[in-house]
């Protein structure tokens, strides 16, 4: 138990469909990420979010909309996805200042579009 | 662009063996981070290095900093198969930006 709970844990959506995917962080943390990862690829950073403020938009498609409504709960608005947007959607918090690079990560979302 | 790779992406070793992991750069880093993720779960951290040339051990795990910041290596000792897993290190530049490598998978056969 990381303190980082993710929502769904797995997802099969269609290519119309709208969905949401939520994190909550119990660890008292400001700062909360996005992060996509596919077979044979590192982890890729999506969105960086310090208290509550977007700060970080690493060029994702408009089809990902995150959303912040506090500094312990994020969520990522999916619509009208793609095949290639199958992958595991990891939630991360961290404190801000020095430790912002000591990240605790959820369990993730495992994604399907079909 | 900063890139780190990995090395072996593969390994698979017999309990008990020795093993070491790398993760090279051409870019400096301010502070690097290895994760350990299982199947099913996210990564979890194991250790940060900050000072080029630091070596920190963590029980039968002994993680190093290169003296230029640019790369780390990982080496277990009489690895368990417990320690199966899928490593991964990440640098960052002091930013909010984790540079995370493709992971090392291991696989410790009892």
């Known amino acids: 138990e990381t303190g980082v709970t993710q929502t769904p844990r797995h997802l099969v959506m269609g290519m119309t469909n709208k969905k949401s995917l939520k994190c909550e962080q119990h660890l008292g943390h400001n700062a909360m990420y996005w992060y996509k990862q596919s077979a044979k690829k590192p982890l890729e950073l999506m969105f960086v979010y310090n208290f509550k403020e977007q700060t970080e938009n690493n060029s994702v498609p408009s089809r990902f909309s995150p959303e912040c409504p506090n500094s312990s709960h994020l969520f990522l608005h999916l619509h009208t996805l793609q095949p290639e947007d199958s992958a595991l959607y990891l939630c991360?918090?961290?404190?801000?200042?020095?430790?912002?690079?000591?990240?605790?990560f959820g369990a993730g979302t495992r994604l399907s579009v079909l | 662009t900063q890139l780190l790779e990995q090395s072996p992406q593969f390994l698979s070793i017999q309990e008990g063996e020795n093993l070491t992991v790398y993760c090279n750069s051409s870019s400096v880093f301010s502070s690097l981070q290895w994760y350990r993720q299982e199947p099913g779960e996210g990564p979890v951290l194991l250790v940060t290095?900050?000072?080029?040339?630091e070596v920190k051990k963590l029980k039968r795990l002994t993680f190093q900093f290169g003296d230029a910041r640019k790369d780390s290596s990982l080496h277990i000792t009489a690895a368990q198969p417990g320690d199966t897993g899928l490593y991964l290190c990440a640098g960052t530049d002091g930013s909010y930006q984790l540079t995370f490598g493709k992971g090392t998978k291991l696989s410790v056969i009892p």
């Open positions: 290095v900050v000072t080029g040339g």
């Open positions: 991360a918090s961290s404190q801000s200042g020095v430790a912002k690079n000591i990240q605790y």
